[in-house]
């Protein structure tokens, strides 16, 4: 079967860490050739690939089938439109879009023109986040009804990507950050009733919100969304309770930080966590008190591209259906406005 020929639109991090090692493992894929203004990073590592002056040249190229959007978010809609009527596959890098309006027209150009667009929402290949999913799903906790997702850090200084720094569209630690823990929520219990969200700015040189917290309403169930870049000693990433019991888990997907020491995606041990961060599950099973560890799942964005391939392959659906991606951004849009309005709105 013939190899799915990709490009990338950029060789930045997530071109080099994020995109290009699993294009590479996948025997589905071959990288084809990368946009890179005016260097050619990229064949130092893979010297067969096609560098590419101007997206229009990445787009003239007939051999390219997949194009892999992987830009600053303010491009997302421009290029992701552009690939599109060029008769691409493409692959956006999260948040999806900067508007529901925009996201809504290239799901519909999509349709038009028969073309696979989905959206690289990654951290739903996490160990962590697969391992609460699973819990989740078997039902050990009885009914949820008090959800917590982090995702902090500690940083004081601004991110050397002055794109992420600068005001202007889809930039801030929401669109960032709140894109995985969105789009992990709605995975685990679906669309919200309402919303209400407090976004801000808590570091004095940062221009952009560093700070958010949203939260999401359902009928017996309320899940906090929270990030901040000023948390020295952060809590756990996943804190869920429920009628019958909890479980904590830390976040601790090892992929990216192998993916940064340069190893190869798709190995025996490939996304393993270490058993000292396993989570622990307190509750009622049969009648009995548990209070346990639970080994943690095997993480790997592998999978995500291997469902890229299949759609494209064998008709299957996306591995990350574009319209959930929509949702994310809707989310996002309704979150800025209850935080600038102190209100709680509805979600519909």
């Not at 860490?17 to 699993?22: C, D, N, R, S, T």
């Not at 995702?151 to 992420?164: G, N, P, Q, Y």
């Not at 756990?236 to 992929?255: C, E, N, T, V």
Request: glycine letters at 6%; a negative charge; one cysteine or more.
């Amino acid at each position: 079967m013939q190899t799915i020929k990709t490009a990338l639109c950029s060789f930045g991090m997530s071109g080099w860490v994020f995109h290009a090692p699993f294009i590479q493992a996948h025997p589905g894929f071959t990288l084809h050739g990368v946009w890179e203004r005016t260097k050619q990073l990229s064949k130092e590592k893979y010297p067969e690939v096609i560098i590419y002056r101007s997206l229009e040249e990445l787009l003239g190229d007939e051999e390219v089938e997949l194009v892999i959007v992987n830009t600053p978010n303010y491009t997302h809609y421009e290029y992701t439109k552009k690939a599109l009527l060029a008769n691409k596959n493409v692959v956006v890098e999260k948040p999806f879009t900067t508007t529901s309006e925009e996201a809504a027209e290239l799901i519909e150009l999509a349709k038009q023109k028969g073309k696979l667009i989905t959206v690289f929402h990654n951290r739903r290949f996490d160990s962590d986040f697969k391992t609460v999913q699973k819990i989740v799903m078997e039902g050990v906790l009885g009914e949820i009804v008090e959800v917590e997702i982090h995702f902090d850090r500690f940083k004081e200084e601004l991110s050397a990507k002055v794109h992420k720094e600068v005001p202007g569209e889809a930039t801030g630690s929401l669109y960032d950050l709140g894109s995985h823990l969105i789009d992990q929520a709605l995975q685990l219990f679906g669309k919200p009733i309402s919303i209400f969200a407090d976004v801000r700015i808590v570091r004095p040189i940062s221009k952009v919100d560093d700070y958010f917290e949203v939260v999401l309403y359902y009928t017996n169930l309320r899940v906090k969304l929270k990030s901040s870049y000023l948390v020295r000693e952060a809590l756990p990433a996943f804190i869920l309770h429920g009628s019958l019991g909890s479980f904590i888990k830390s976040r601790a997907d090892i992929q990216e930080t192998s993916l940064q020491a340069g190893k190869t995606p798709g190995t025996p041990d490939w996304g393993k966590e270490p058993d000292s961060e396993q989570g622990l599950l307190h509750t009622v099973i049969k009648g009995k008190v548990v209070r346990e560890r639970i080994p943690t799942l095997q993480g790997s964005y592998l999978d995500y591209f291997e469902g890229v391939f299949n759609a494209l392959r064998n008709q299957t659906p996306g591995p990350v259906p574009v319209e959930d991606a929509l949702e994310v951004v809707k989310i996002i849009e309704l979150s800025h406005k209850s935080s600038k309005e102190r209100r709680v709105f509805d979600y519909e």
